[in-house]
Nanobody, 119 residues
């Protein structure tokens, strides 16, 4: 059974930093891309950042220049370094891993970790 184990959320003041981690446990043949999404209260889940197996990255405009996504393929772990945090970054952050399966690409999701930025 595949699980995504997230860690690193918490409460931080505006301008501060946090680092999220997400490790894949269980059997997974390979990984296409890994990423982070977030969902604030009353809002839809939105993309934060993704990184491919080749290391190509993509960011939401709202986090460009402040957040950095990276991955360790050997550890099957994806990280999100968040700097210069703003109150509007407050949300539940979800790890996402896309993996090829016999039936086609499949998205796995973490349980979510709360990030709260106080003003």
């Amino acid at each position: 059974q595949v699980q995504l184990v997230e860690s690193g959320g918490g409460l931080v003041q505006a301008g501060g930093s946090l680092r999220l981690s997400c490790a894949v446990s269980g059997r997974m043949f390979s990984i296409n891309y890994m990423g982070w999404y977030r969902q604030a209260p009353g809002k839809q889940r939105e993309l934060v950042a993704t990184v491919t197996s080749a290391g190509d990255t993509n960011y939401a405009d709202s986090v460009k220049g402040r957040f950095t996504i990276s991955r360790d393929n050997a550890k099957r772990t994806v990280y999100l370094q968040m700097n210069s945090l703003k109150p509007e970054d407050t949300a539940v952050y979800y790890c996402n891993v896309n993996s090829p399966t016999t039936w086609g690409p499949y998205d796995y999701w973490g349980q979510g970790t709360q990030v709260t930025v106080s003003s």
